[in-house]
């Protein structure tokens, strides 16, 4: 069985899918045995967030920070094989995304680069199995964005011969990964539309102290103003061609401040700003798929739940069937950390999971760095 693990964006924790894969390519099955989500303590998110900031952040803390994670990544999964009753000597191995503290893939000057902490090294000798880890460097080092990674699980699993489908992830950063019927995996455009719960979420915090906006309730009792939505919509990232990645690099914490200023400015009220906050991402998600006639719309991640972004969704999509992925047998909220178990399984099959067509690298990358345990398998 295979492990994989994610932590997003929002910073919510670290989720963990345990799985049971067999084939590869767009013969690959899953069978997911186990999914769990464990928060983040407050004072670490804290931390984490602190140090996503270039004026904040810390070379020491990111360091003491990358040696952590690895061990709350090793509880996690100890963890959830506990309250599974799964055997810890039933992994055999295990991908982990890593927290991101920084993403550029297209640097005004310099070369090009991303970070995530948590490191796979000390991982795989805290739970003595192979551990697949750094997923994102080998494709920036060809030039391509390193990001999303999630269209070679979407187009190995998803692809239908007589079906048009978009799949769409909202974590923090909305991404989304446009299937034709019968798609080849060259054939895949894929990339990040901007921000879903990742803006929403701090200006919860903002606002309330709450940590999202649940259910989009908050939202729900506002009103999306309309002179606001335009001028978050002037940001050029929007107007970017794909490929295209981002993260919290742009959408930090200057870009919440900033926001709550406009919408003081402009005498809304705290929940107008939110509102109008889950029209950008609804607004930029459809932007982004102009011109492509999807028969099926499938969602996945923690946005899943915002009511007010899926029933957006679903009135501007009039022709398109809107489905949350649960519908297809996956938990919304588990889809990337599967996806992290697939390409940890693809990359120790010696499989090149890069999608160029998606980031824009020159040839297709071997994602991940394998990191190995010692010989002698220590007690877990």
Aim: glycine content about 8%.
């Amino acid at each position: 069985m295979v492990v994989g693990l994610m932590s997003g964006t929002s910073l919510d924790g670290v989720d963990v899918a345990i799985v049971q894969l067999r084939g590869s390519g767009n013969r690959l099955e899953i069978d997911v045995k186990a999914f769990e989500s464990i928060p983040y303590p407050l004072e670490l998110k804290e931390r984490i967030l602190k140090n996503t900031e270039p004026v904040t952040s810390s070379v020491a803390e990111i360091a003491t920070l990358n040696a952590e994670l690895a061990y709350v990544y090793a509880d996690a999964v100890k963890s959830a094989c506990v309250k599974h009753n799964i055997p810890q000597e039933s992994l055999e191995l295990v991908g982990s995304h890593g927290q991101t503290v920084y993403h550029d893939p297209n640097p005004t000057a310099g070369i090009a680069s991303t970070l995530q902490i948590g490191d796979p090294a000390v991982l795989s000798h805290l739970l003595h199995l192979p551990v697949v880890g750094e997923f994102r460097q080998a494709d920036i080092a060809l030039g391509g964005q390193g990001a999303p990674l999630v269209p070679y699980f979407d187009w190995a699993l998803f692809t239908k011969p007589d079906e048009n489908r978009v799949l769409l992830n909202l974590g923090g950063i909305a991404n989304l990964s446009i299937l034709p019927a019968g798609c080849r995996r060259d054939d895949v455009i894929a990339f990040d539309t901007g921000p879903a719960n990742v803006v929403i979420d701090s200006l919860m915090k903002h606002y309330t102290g709450k940590m999202f906006d649940d259910g989009g309730q908050f939202a729900l009792t506002g009103k999306v103003d309309a002179d606001l939505l335009a001028k978050l919509l002037e940001n050029p990232y929007f107007a970017r061609p794909a490929p295209k990645s981002t993260g919290r690099e742009l959408f930090n914490a200057a870009y919440v401040s900033d926001l709550v200023l406009e919408g003081q400015k402009r005498g809304l009220s705290d929940r107008d700003v939110v509102a109008t906050s889950t029209e950008l991402t609804i607004t930029t998600i459809l932007e982004s798929m102009a011109g492509t006639r999807p028969d099926r719309l499938i969602v996945s991640g923690g946005g899943v739940h915002n009511k007010v972004i899926m029933a957006g969704l679903s009135a501007r999509l009039p022709q398109t069937k809107v489905d949350s992925i649960s519908q297809h047998g996956i938990d919304p909220d588990a889809k990337e950390a599967i996806c992290f178990a697939v390409l940890a399984y693809e990359a120790m099959n010696g499989v090149s999971t890069g999608m160029p067509s998606v980031t824009g690298a020159s040839e297709r990358a071997y994602l991940g760095k394998i990191c190995f345990p010692p010989r002698t398998r220590a007690s877990l």
